[in-house]
């Protein structure tokens, strides 16, 4: 107990007393540098006389002084010691040793040349020795007091080398390797750390007890970066990545080793949708987008930017979203020269999309204006419903009225199969869909399919996050829970595809390999956020995973297709065409008939039944969808 005081009172002293400190330690180099150079030169005799040796050392003590307050050497901080501060000692000891040699000269010593050099070598020696000494000696005390944790960074360019020195301070961290791609570094040492290749980045970890490493590349070796991340995880290695400069800019000079970002979890490689289709579709093209200020919405709006079309028009019913994204595309818009036209406005308001359709002229429409959230619309059906199916019916009857060329709607992996009123509302949207482009030969509509979408609004993944922060537990709704996953980004470029590819009607999935278990997917941003998992049994780790239980609606395994030999291939070869059972006209108007009905006289109980039952199109044929397959199995039948 006794030692943990004085150890915790010896590595917080006050900044004046460390400076006093200081000073004492540099005129005690200077007298043992004095009296070293007059005992081992020859001819010193006379000066080792006391009255001599008095005058001479006061000299010294005066101009000691002197030069401490000219150089600032009292306020070096110890453990960041640079080039810098070493120069301001070398100028400090040739000072020195010219204070030496004028009160020598003053006092008639002579051949005072050689003399004053080597006290000026002690000098300097004995000053920069009794810094390195008191680093060591805190660095040592400081390990006593606390347990720190053995840590590597990958690259040992300016910015690991950085971070290094930052954490020289650190409390529960301290630095043992670099590893580097660079075999000129390689078998050195900075700053007295070794920099080890990084061939062998595995089994060096385990040699010397790494428990976490720190990558420290630039943002232009992403791929590098993302394979280390892959190869530590697969390793059991904590890692983390250092946030790039403009991160730490952002978040004035506060940013943390930061978790990995959306593409870094897929488990999966990045599915490149980056076509010239892409551009030459949206160009000079007026784009209005439905629900821009969603997640999806956002990032198409982001995304067509690049396309260079004449007009975009966010259509977006919160008004603090629109005007989120509005601000946010203003700057951007005028460097690519793209207008950008913010509209208040629900999909449920026939007057008001004909307003904006026929005022801005409307060539291309993009719905994702939708209520997504499971749990939320299995209490709130009429809301969900009135939004999601006679939203999309009234936007895609305006839509034809208008002469809008193309029409792309956004839908989910929700919508086969669904057991959700969620997921029976995509999938009914999807058959209106399809059943109006049975009547407009000069509108394109066309639906994308994807699955759960990393980063969005009220995903998994943010979620995770938010609650690994606060020290857990992650919540999994069930131990066997899995998804498809996919990023904003890809996504949207989907979206943005699917226009470009439509023949009409058409419903497009991507193949986003094999779904990944949601445990799977906690357990990885546990282990990539620094934390372990804790064991139930004995308690032992950080974040503890916590099994909640199904909520209503929500499926075990979710689909992109209902069979894979409805699919049939397009012009990229990671998105399929699905060709499914369409309801007729008659059916669809029927349909919509009884859902308006039960809407417009706020009967639940009808409407929860009549949506869930006609929902994936075979209620109302008697006709059963076959055994269903993998995703990944009916991709391998298209290369």
């Known amino acids: 107990m006794y030692k943990k005081v004085l150890i915790v009172g010896l590595t917080s002293l006050p900044r004046k007393v460390i400076r006093g400190l200081l000073l004492t330690s540099d005129l005690a180099v200077l007298m043992l540098s004095l009296i070293l150079s007059l005992q081992l030169l020859p001819g010193m005799e006379a000066f080792r006389e006391t009255a001599n040796a008095l005058w001479l050392s006061g000299a010294i003590v005066i101009g000691g002084l002197t030069l401490n307050a000219a150089f600032r050497l ?55 020795a009794s810094r390195a000494i008191a680093v060591s000696i805190l660095g040592g005390l400081r390990g006593h007091l606390h347990k720190r944790k053995s840590v590597a960074i990958f690259g040992a360019g300016a ?8 954490l020289g301070q650190s409390p529960d961290r301290r630095v043992v390797a670099f590893f580097d791609d660079n075999p000129t570094l390689q078998s050195m040492e900075i700053g007295g750390i070794p920099v080890l290749p990084s061939g062998n980045l595995v089994p060096e970890i385990f040699r010397n007890s790494i428990s976490e490493l720190i990558i420290a590349l630039p943002d232009s070796a992403k ?56 551009a030459r579709s949206y160009a000079g093209r007026v784009i209005m987008v439905t629900g821009a200020g969603g997640s999806i919405g956002s990032e198409l709006c982001r995304q067509l930017l690049h396309c260079q079309p004449a007009k975009i028009v966010l259509f977006e019913q919160n008004e603090y979203n629109l005007y989120r994204l509005d601000f946010e595309l203003r700057a951007r818009a005028k460097v690519c020269k793209v207008e950008v036209v913010p ?35 299995e209490n709130n059906e009429i809301e969900g419903v009135r939004n999601n199916v006679m939203g999309t019916k009234i936007l895609a009857d305006t839509a034809v009225q208008e002469g809008v060329a193309r029409f792309i709607l956004v839908s989910s992996d929700k919508a086969v199969r669904p057991t959700s009123i969620m997921g029976a509302t995509k999938r009914i949207s999807e058959l209106i869909v399809q059943d109006i482009q049975t009547r407009a030969p000069n509108t394109k509509f066309s639906m994308v399919r994807f699955g759960n979408v990393l980063g969005s609004s009220g995903s998994v993944l943010p979620l995770f996050q938010a609650q690994i922060e606060s020290g857990g537990p992650v919540t999994v709704t069930h131990p066997e829970i899995r998804r498809y996953f996919m990023t904003v980004s890809e996504a949207s470029r989907l979206v943005l595809l699917a226009g470009a590819y439509a023949e009409g009607g058409d419903v497009f999935v991507l193949d986003m390999g094999k779904p990944q278990k949601i445990m799977d997917l906690a357990r990885k941003l546990i282990h990539l956020s620094g934390r372990r998992v804790k064991d139930p049994v004995t308690g032992e780790g950080d974040i503890g995973i916590e099994i909640t239980g199904l909520r209503p609606g929500e499926k075990l395994f979710e689909e992109l297709f209902v069979s894979p030999e409805t699919l049939c291939q397009t012009p990229h070869p990671k998105i399929l065409r699905a060709e499914e059972h369409r309801l007729s006209e008659i059916e669809v108007a029927k349909l919509l008939r009884e859902i308006h009905v039960a809407i417009e006289t706020s009967n639940r109980e009808n409407l929860r039944p009549l949506v869930m039952a006609c929902a994936d199109g075979w209620g109302l044929t008697g006709r059963f969808p076959p055994e269903n397959k993998s995703a990944s199995d009916a991709a391998m039948q298209f290369g």
């Open 74 to 128: 009292d306020r070096i901080k110890l453990v960041m010691l640079n080039a810098r501060d070493l120069l301001n000692i070398a100028r400090f000891s040739f000072g020195i040793a010219l204070t030496f040699w004028g009160a020598g000269t003053v006092l008639g010593m002579e051949r005072i040349g050689a003399p004053g050099l080597v006290f000026g070598i002690f000098a300097f020696a004995g000053l920069v």
């Open 159 to 166: 910015a690991g080398v950085q971070l290094a020195s930052a």
């Open 223 to 278: 791929k590098r970066r993302d394979a280390i991340v892959d190869l530590c995880a697969s390793a059991n290695v904590e890692v983390r990545i250092l946030p790039s400069f403009i991160d730490m800019l952002i978040e004035r000079g506060n940013a943390r080793l930061r978790t990995v970002d959306p593409d870094e979890v897929l488990g999966r490689g990045k599915v490149d949708l980056d076509t010239p289709e892409v």
């Open 343 to 377: 509209c208040l406005g629900t999909v449920t308001d026939a007057i008001r999309l004909s307003q904006m359709m026929r005022q801005h002229q409307v060539e291309i429409v993009l719905h994702a204006a939708a209520y997504k959230h499971v749990p939320l619309l």
